[in-house]
């Protein structure tokens, strides 16, 4: 009797135990906080792999997954980062901000709030100031817009604050300069105006401020006295006269693309820390510190496009961690030291447009260069003449402004080639899901990484190369020249070179000769638009050169960079005869996946959207680890330059260009049908008959049975399709290659019955989906 009852306490024993483990999520995380996930994922419409969770699923230590990463301590949600880099989210309609922050101010203990490439509109909400725990607040690569709320001030723990890539407007708020803890403060790529505020000058913590690519105005605050202050970034905005005071500790000063138009101080020759200094297409004048080159730290140097004087002496010495300098359209001369010579090493070293006496590089003879500098020199602190004196002075100004009009006419060729367009931030990598508890010490280390790695990114050394302006001469060094053994394409949209940067970077080089004469600033807002395409599943633009004509600077040609893709096109390992490698069915899968989560992210990632791509296989690449990569988008800058291929693209195009512009996202799904055709049957589909013959055959395979259905694909496929899988696929093609437009699906559908078609294909899923009917609606 005892032995039963001791048998019957250890059952109940374990039933409660699992008891417990089955109700472990809403025992040891409030309710509060769970319910706040929940709606969270269903506010930004989490993709199909975390639509597993289940009311018993513990969030603190669920699976790592590419878009969500939760970090729990003591049961409390401590971490959010959400990010739309590998499944770009479609936002339900009636999508709210203020509801999406309302649930995000149910985690009271949050501290590291990351919400990047979501496609968030609005301006940011008020509700924000109710997270007083947060200290890292990363919103970038969204649409939000309008003035920063005041609320934020409220944020006392606040440690890095990045509004990167969004629409932000107004000024910087004076109350910043009093957030006691501040260390990274990033606002690149938005629209902000006026001056900066005096207020920020007492960061004392301060160790990032990237604020480029605005429009920012007048005299930048005195920073002398920020000793942790590390990176500075001020690029592309309009501020100056005055050179900024900077704390001698400074590892990073861009400045480039301002207004800066008196010298540089002598003090910048202290900062030998100092590893990357940008000064370029300002307006200097006076003597160039040649010091600068010595600096012990300094890895990158470009003062191009200034009025920079004075001599250069071939024994000055240079810095052995130099890797690019350009000094090139500036009044330099005298003879390039021995340490920049092209025989001293690997670096890149650009010099044209001054006049020196090495003529690897074009240079001007040398009375220009004096000359103008007597036009531009200054005496900046030189009280103003007084009686006879102000003639002489009169008439001297007259005489430089004279000679410095010639100057600037001189100029406008240089400068105008090397203008840049605002750069695109890298996107921001993926992190993998914590699922340890956490200490507060080991929280605190993450804080200070994530500051560092921020740092990292700003500097170009993390991620993907970030998106910039090439000077000619670095292209044509990657190429040798653009010579014919680096051609690995032309056609209508130019020739495209493979080459390899200075860094090792191998990189795709698209020449496009321009038909018509247009300025620089014509080809800006596209190029902007270009640099913003960054994907996993489209080959990226990591930047452009202009190359123009000296008589009006108009633009001869563009030359766009991009990623190089090693592995050849998908057409190659799908249906060429002598391939040494075919993709499996399940490869075959994930490719037409790809190809339409990049075609999704053409038409709805970037405004106003990117539609009829005439698509075709060749057009997608294989990256190192066979994963597809779009290389061709319908871009207005290539319009005027492409002959329109009338092979059988998109077949929706018939009519007048009212219907053609109806049936844009149409077209994109009919070529996609052509790809997914190709992919299926694994023979070449070169022309409009290959198209109709092979439709009509997948039509009759429906009506047959499976051993005929399998008949039709490609052999290397046959035995390791499902018929469930095989069908979904055949009806999605056959509704795609539809002659009628509104008959064909919508992108998101591609997406769908491709992922149920890859859900039917899994082993562990082929007996209960076997013998189904693929969905309805394709």
């Not at 202290?270 to 004048?285: M, T």
């Not at 990623?563 to 998908?570: C, Y």
């Not at 693209?649 to 009919?670: A, F, H, P, T, W």
């Amino acid at each position: 009797m005892e032995i039963a009852n001791s048998m019957q306490c250890s059952l109940l024993l374990l039933v409660f135990m699992v008891f417990l483990q089955f109700n472990y999520s809403h025992q040891f995380l409030e309710s509060s906080q769970y319910e706040a996930i929940e709606k969270i994922k269903q506010l930004l419409n989490f993709p199909q792999d975390l639509s597993s969770w289940s009311d018993n699923t513990d969030f603190c230590n669920s699976e790592p997954n590419t878009a969500l990463t939760l970090v729990c301590y003591d049961d409390n949600i401590t971490q959010l980062h959400v990010s739309g880099y590998n499944w770009f989210p479609n936002l339900p309609q009636g999508f709210s901000t203020d509801t999406l922050f309302s649930n995000l101010a149910l985690l009271p203990n949050l501290k590291v709030l990351s919400l990047v490439s979501l496609g968030l509109r609005g301006t940011l909400p008020k509700n924000i100031g109710l997270l007083s725990s947060l200290e890292i607040v990363n919103i970038s690569s969204n649409f939000f817009y309008g003035e920063i709320p005041g609320e934020i001030s409220y944020l006392k723990s606040l440690q890095t604050l990045i509004l990167d890539d969004n629409k932000f407007t107004g000024q910087v708020p004076d109350w910043v300069g009093s957030l006691p803890s501040l260390s990274v403060l990033s606002f690149r790529n938005n629209s902000f105006y006026g001056s900066l505020p005096n207020s920020l000058s007492n960061l004392q913590t301060l160790r990032i401020l990237s604020l480029s690519a605005n429009n920012f105005s007048g005299q930048v605050p005195n920073f002398q006295n920020l000793s942790n202050l590390q990176v500075l970034d001020l690029e592309s905005n309009n501020l100056g006269p005055n050179f900024p005071n900077v704390p001698k500790k400074l590892g990073s000063l861009v400045l480039r693309k301002n207004k800066f138009s008196l010298g540089v101080p002598k003090e910048l020759t202290s900062c030998y820390q100092l590893k990357k200094l940008d000064i370029s297409l300002n307006e200097l004048v006076g003597p160039f510190l040649a010091s600068i080159l010595s600096l012990p730290s300094l890895s990158y140097l470009d003062i191009s496009g200034n009025k920079l004087t004075g001599k250069l002496l071939k024994n000055v010495t240079c810095s052995q961690e130099l890797s690019f300098v350009n000094l090139s359209s500036n009044y330099l001369t005298g003879e390039l030291p021995a340490c920049l010579h092209p025989s001293s090493g690997s670096k890149i070293v650009l010099f044209s447009g001054n006049c020196l006496w090495n003529r690897e590089q074009w240079q001007h003879p040398y009375s220009f260069c004096h000359n103008e500098a007597l036009a531009v020199s200054i005496e900046p602190h030189k009280e103003k003449v007084k009686g006879g004196n102000g003639k002489a002075v009169l008439a001297s100004s007259m005489v430089g402004g004279f000679v410095g009009g010639i100057a600037i006419i001189g100029l406008a060729f240089v400068v105008v080639r090397r203008e840049y367009a605002k750069k695109k931030a890298s996107k921001t990598p993926q992190t993998k899901l914590i699922l340890e508890k956490v200490s507060p010490a080991h929280t605190l280390k993450l804080l200070n990484d994530a500051r560092y790695i921020s740092e990292t990114r700003k500097l170009g050394l993390l991620g993907a190369p970030p998106y910039r302006t090439f000077v000619l001469d670095e292209l044509r060094e990657a190429t040798n020249n653009f010579d014919i053994s680096n051609l690995i394409g032309a056609g209508s949209n130019g020739q495209i070179y493979k080459g390899r940067l200075t860094d090792g970077t191998a990189v795709a080089i698209r020449s496009i000769k321009m038909r018509k004469r247009h300025s620089v600033q014509s080809y800006t807002h596209q190029l902007g638009r270009i640099s913003k395409i960054r994907y996993c599943h489209l080959v990226s633009t990591i930047g452009h050169c202009f190359d123009c004509y000296q008589d009006d600077s108009s633009v001869s040609r563009i030359c766009i960079v991009f990623e190089f893709v090693p592995n050849g096109t998908l057409r190659g390992v799908i249906s060429e005869a002598n391939s040494a490698q075919k993709f499996t069915w399940t490869q075959r899968m994930g490719a037409a996946l790809g190809i339409a989560k990049g075609i999704q992210f053409l038409h709805t990632g970037i405004v106003p959207g990117i539609f009829s791509n005439q698509l075709k296989i060749t057009d997608v690449l294989l990256d190192q680890n066979l994963h597809v990569k779009i290389s061709k988008y319908n871009l207005p800058l290539l319009i005027e330059n492409r002959k329109m291929d009338t092979r059988f693209s998109s077949s929706g195009s018939k009519g007048n260009d009212g219907q053609r512009l109806i049936n844009e996202e149409k077209n994109d799904v009919y070529d996609f049908g052509v790809i997914l055709l190709e992919i299926i049957v694994g023979r070449t589909i070169n022309t409009k008959n290959n198209i109709d013959v092979s439709k009509d055959i997948l039509k009759v395979s429906l009506t047959a049975d499976e051993i005929a259905r399998r008949n039709i694909i490609d052999p290397a496929v046959q035995k390791e399709c499902s018929d469930g899988s095989l069908r979904t696929l055949i009806e999605l093609c056959i509704r795609c290659l539809s002659d009628e437009p509104s008959q064909r699906p919508s992108v998101e559908d591609l997406i769908w019955n491709l992922q149920f078609s890859a859900q039917v294909q899994d082993p562990w899923n082929r007996d209960t989906y076997g013998n189904q009917e693929s969905p309805g609606h394709v």
